[in-house]
């Protein structure tokens, strides 16, 4: 089984910049790409980004392309997510797990509040 613990959230100011982490561990290689997703109150959750373990390659969402970087260390066990020029539109919970159809248990989560 896999834990999934995301840190790095917190408050910031349009324009601002956040990098959250995402620590796994168990077997992360069941899967070969992990993604970051969001989720407001109401709204169900949304893929934001991935990147393949073997090789690198990156996917983004159209609302943050150009704008939020996701990384990966090695030792598939971290995965982080630079987000530059945020808008009041990124506040949500981020999470992080597998990209595909597999999802492992979902941690709990870090929130991202943008303020105007």
């Known amino acids: 089984q896999v834990q999934l613990v995301e840190s790095g959230g917190g408050s910031v100011q349009a324009g601002g910049s956040l990098r959250l982490s995402c620590a796994a561990s168990?077997?992360?290689?069941?899967?070969?790409?992990m993604g970051w997703f969001r989720q407001v109150p109401g709204k169900e959750r949304e893929f934001v980004a991935a990147?393949?373990?073997?090789?690198?390659?990156?996917y983004y969402a159209d609302s943050v392309q150009g704008r939020f970087s996701i990384s990966r260390d090695n030792a598939k066990t971290t995965v982080y997510l630079q987000m530059n020029n945020q808008k009041t539109e990124d506040t949500a919970v981020y999470y992080c797990?597998?990209?595909?159809?597999?999802?492992?248990?979902w941690g709990q989560g870090t929130q991202v509040t943008v303020s105007s």
């Open positions: 990147i393949r373990w073997s090789g690198g390659r990156t």
């Open positions: 168990g077997r992360t290689d069941s899967s070969d790409a």
């Open positions: 797990n597998a990209h595909g159809a597999l999802k492992w248990p």
